[in-house]
Structures are given as C-alpha cells and as structure tokens.
C-alpha cells in the first residue's frame, strides 16, 4: 500500500534532507547552478516555509512557499525521479495551499523552471 506524507521543515535535519532533494533534481538532473537554486529563502527565518513529501516513509520531494507583500510563491517543489508517479507532487502543492490558507494568503504564484531543448 502506497503512503505518502506531508510534513512541516522544522528541524535542523529537515532542511539538509530538502537541500538534498533540490541538488539532485535541480542541479544534478536539470544542469541549475548550485549558486543560483540555494538562496536566502532557505533558512527558517518564518518568511518562508519549507515542507518534505514522504512516499512510505522515505523522503521523496520537496517545496517551499515565500509569503511577501500579501502573496504567496510556491517554489522549489520537486520529486525525486523514482517517486514521480505516485502523486506526492499533487500532495505537496495542496499543503503549500493549505499553508498559504492558514496565513490568510490567497493570492498565490508558482515559480517554475523551463528546460530549452534543442
């Protein structure tokens, strides 16, 4: 049976294994510059929130959403190559929803990266 979770970063462990997560995907699979995916919204300094989606219970995926000037940016969401069709991205943007709801948030944007292939 398949289980997938949601849970709030809020350790000092949380954030290396969603450090993790976006290396591999961004800068590993899809040529990112470490300098330009890692930046001052990954603290939890509470102007961002950060989240790991589980998939049995193993860390699978990732995202954040950066609450500024009313509005909410959903960013740096992504799913570890193995655990893509199982639905935890889904899950992972409803709680970024959820979170941007529980801060009275309700206007959101969604950050994305396009790959150009020639």
Avoid: W
């Avoid at 790991?52 to 959403?65: H, K, S, V």
């Avoid at 199982?86 to 994305?112: P, Q, R, W």
């Amino acid at each position: 049976m398949i289980r997938n979770e949601i849970k709030k970063i809020d350790s000092i462990e949380g954030p290396n294994i969603a450090f993790q997560i976006r290396e591999e995907v961004f800068v590993k699979e899809q040529n990112i510059p470490i300098e330009v995916e890692f930046d001052d919204h990954d603290s939890l300094d509470g102007q961002c929130e950060h989240i790991l989606g589980y998939f049995n219970e193993l860390p699978a995926g990732t995202g954040r959403i950066i609450i500024q000037d009313g509005i909410g940016k959903l960013d740096r969401i992504c799913i570890l190559k193995p655990y893509r069709q199982y639905g935890l991205g889904k899950l992972i943007v409803t709680s970024l929803e959820e979170i941007a709801e529980d801060n009275s948030i309700f206007i959101l944007t969604l950050s994305i990266t396009l790959t150009i292939l020639s």
